[in-house]
């Protein structure tokens, strides 16, 4: 069984330290070509153009949060299909039911291992497609 | 698919440990702006908007603290995000004892991002144990915490770790039954439900113990306690079956765990029992020295009665085995001056003569001995006769020294010991540190929560002070939630170190009361010897250390001054 190939990921988070740790994690570690943004308006603005195969989104983000961002997300043509997971801290059952209610495909729990993110978003990618 | 592991190279790892160490110089400057806003919200009348500017600054600490490792600190601002959060729901002003919780947990704050460092799997360093003091058997603390939970796993982790233990986590159950054949753990800390199957952790450890049995067939089962969210009789059962020592149910309190571990990995081996000798001829002195030594109770001997006390105060015999007839002064005298002191009131003398009069015997009783033997004596006599007597005695002497709700030492008891340690110590030229700490703001905790919880406060602290202590300090509850410290062969700075960590890591502990959490704080004055040279300057002067650190602000320790 073939899955879409997973490369571009958008990656949507405020806070900066935690940028750069999930750039060096998905970039060095997981090889993927990675565009980030600091929050739910930056992302509509550049998604189109960059065009990701998945889309990472923080839950609590000020201004936008993540599942208004989602909503946004899906009113864009392009971004009707796009798997996104939210990250969020303390990662509840029925938190996880409520975000996959809003199409979301998974969440990762905060904090998340810079060695093992990547491979978990792949197994992640694959049930998806699987 | 490739592994996370086998993609890591040197270089990342070393671009990893960078942004940790940026991080960690930003720290400060982080804490220092929240205590900033913080500031504002007191300041402003309406300070709801800086209190939700101040909830989303410590989100993000939350966030990126557990995020680079600082699992402690990204705990505390953890739980002072969802407090603040709840405050902020309610949509009231604050009240005093929200002010004072927030204030305590901005301090913790900045405690711990001075003093811990990152440890992720990412980074590994070894989880803090006590450094100051020499900790030995750390492989008898060890213990094994599988959980698949991350953010459960960690928060479990610290609170254990707290309690002197150290913790390996993991987060699957591969690999577990490969490192309890290389390094078998103290305990087990086992969840069920895993990937594998909503039994798994069961099935898991039954296979570990029936190749522990297959290997060494001498070889005690590994102790195991599970806890898991499932309640069911099935898994019970099943947890029985596989040996479990223990079922916790989620959520888990803490300080069950912790009295179960502590039952369970007793780190204590009884100490063996100790016997003075009193006895002039000496060779007969070495023959039962030898005698006793082969059932494992150690002995001194003294053959000049006259040198008795000393090794009376060094020694700490549970017994003293004394001839009767003795050149110099007859063991009669000798234990009427003994029994004089009150501090041996309670220790139990057994003569030894050739004597078989019967009055004779009597009298001896009636001076103060409480037992006699009559030589020759077998060996297996001895041996047996001594047990039994230093057995009852330590059980009665442990409901006349020791506190009943903590086990610690009582009020009489760690004053004496102080004396004790005074004399001994103007002897040796050595000095000592006595140090007495009082848990702060215990009346709310009682009035909030209820006594039952104010037991449970006093007795985490007892427990945190017996593991972080060495064996050779001496800790006593000297009344209601107050406690003193004597800490041999230490001084003042040394034993302010070795109680600040205590005081960090006490601040830090959950304290789980019928379903909620809180934090507690102690304060505490330290005083020296030689600066203060007598039992009453040293009690008078860490009194009003104590009573400083409380005026300054409480979860402070101060030395005394002159």
Redesign the interface.
């Known amino acids: 069984m073939t899955f879409p190939s997973l490369i571009r990921i958008l990656f949507v988070e ?2 900066l ?2 940028q ?2 999930a750039r ?1 994690a998905l970039e ?3 090889g993927f070509t990675v565009n980030i943004c600091s929050n739910g308006i930056e992302a509509l603005e550049s998604v189109v153009a960059f065009a990701p195969d998945l889309i990472l989104l923080d839950v ?1 983000m ?1 201004g936008m949060d993540g599942p208004s961002t989602l909503q946004a997300l899906r009113q864009i043509p392009q971004t009707v299909q796009t798997p996104v997971i939210f990250m969020t ?3 509840q059952n029925h938190e996880v039911a409520l975000y996959k209610e809003l199409s979301a495909v998974d969440v990762i ?11 978990t978003i ?2 992640i990618w ?1 049930n998806h497609y699987g | 698919m490739a592994e996370g592991g086998s993609l890591e190279t040197p270089n990342i790892r070393e671009q990893f440990l960078s942004l940790c160490q940026a991080y960690t110089q930003e720290l400060p400057q982080r804490i220092a702006s929240i205590e900033k806003i913080w500031q504002h919200v007191l300041e402003e009348t309406d300070g709801q908007e800086a209190l939700v500017h101040l909830h989303h600054l410590i989100h993000k600490l939350a966030g990126s603290g557990a995020t680079f490792g600082f699992t402690s600190l990204g705990d505390i601002a953890h739980a002072l995000e969802s407090f603040i959060g709840s405050i902020i729901d309610q949509g009231k002003p604050l009240t005093v004892e929200q002010h004072q919780q927030i204030d305590t947990l901005i301090i913790a704050l900045g405690e711990v991002a001075i003093d811990c460092s990152p440890t992720t799997a990412a980074f590994p360093v070894q989880p803090q144990a006590s450094p100051r003091l020499p900790q030995s058997e750390l492989s008898e603390r060890l213990i094994f915490l599988v959980e698949d939970d991350f953010d459960q796993a960690q928060a479990m982790m610290l609170q254990v770790n707290y309690f002197g233990y150290t913790v390996r986590v993991f987060s699957q159950l591969a690999g577990l039954r490969e490192a309890v054949a290389t390094t078998p753990p103290a305990a087990i800390l086992m969840d069920i439900m895993f990937f594998e199957g909503g039994l798994a952790g069961i099935e898991a450890i039954a296979a570990i113990q029936q190749e522990r049995r297959q290997h060494f067939p001498a070889a005690k089962p590994i102790p195991v306690l599970f806890m898991s969210v499932r309640d069911d009789l099935v898994a019970r059962i099943q947890s029985v079956r596989a040996r479990g020592e223990a079922y916790f149910t989620k959520p888990i309190d803490v300080g069950q765990l912790i009295d179960k571990l502590d039952m369970l990995v007793s780190h204590h081996a009884p100490e063996p029992y100790r016997v003075l000798i009193v006895e002039d001829d000496s060779t007969l002195a070495a023959y039962y020295a030898l005698s006793l030594q082969q059932a494992g109770i150690l002995s001194v001997v003294v053959t000049d009665s006259m040198q008795v006390m000393s090794p009376l105060i060094e020694f700490k015999p549970d017994l003293i085995l004394m001839d009767v007839y003795m050149t110099g002064c007859n063991g009669l005298e000798l234990a009427a001056v003994i029994r004089q002191q009150e501090a041996y009131i309670s220790i139990p003398i057994t003569f030894l003569s050739a004597e078989t009069n019967l009055d004779k015997q009597m009298d001896a009783m009636s001076m103060g001995g409480d037992d006699f033997l009559t030589k020759p004596i077998h060996p297996q006599h001895l041996i047996a006769a001594v047990r039994t007597r230093v057995q009852r005695s330590r059980v009665l002497r442990s409901f006349m020294v020791r506190d009943s709700l903590t086990g610690l030492f009582n009020h009489t008891k760690i004053k004496e010991q102080l004396s004790i340690e005074v004399m001994r110590s103007d002897r040796d030229g050595t000095g000592f540190s006595f140090a007495m700490l009082d848990i702060d703001n215990f009346k709310r905790v009682n009035d909030v929560y209820g006594h039952l919880a104010g037991d449970r406060v006093i007795k985490s602290l007892s427990r945190l002070l017996k593991q972080r202590l060495r064996k050779t300090d001496f800790i006593g509850r000297y009344g209601g939630e107050e406690f003193a410290v004597i800490l041999p062969g230490t001084d003042s700075l040394t034993a302010l170190q070795v109680l600040e960590e205590i005081r960090v890591g006490f601040s830090q502990v959950r304290q789980q009361f019928g379903g909620t959490e809180f934090f507690v704080t102690f304060s505490c004055g330290i005083a020296a010897f030689p600066q203060f040279r007598d039992t009453a300057r040293l009690n008078d002067a860490a009194d009003r250390a104590l009573y400083r650190a409380k005026h300054e602000g409480r979860n402070k320790i101060l030395l005394a001054e002159d």
């Not at chain 1, 905060?110 to 491979?119: E, I, R």
């Open positions: 405020d806070d330290d935690i750069a740790i060096l060095a570690v997981g609590m000020p801290a303390k990662v729990a905060k904090p998340f291992d810079p060695m093992t993110l990547s491979a792949r197994q694959e």
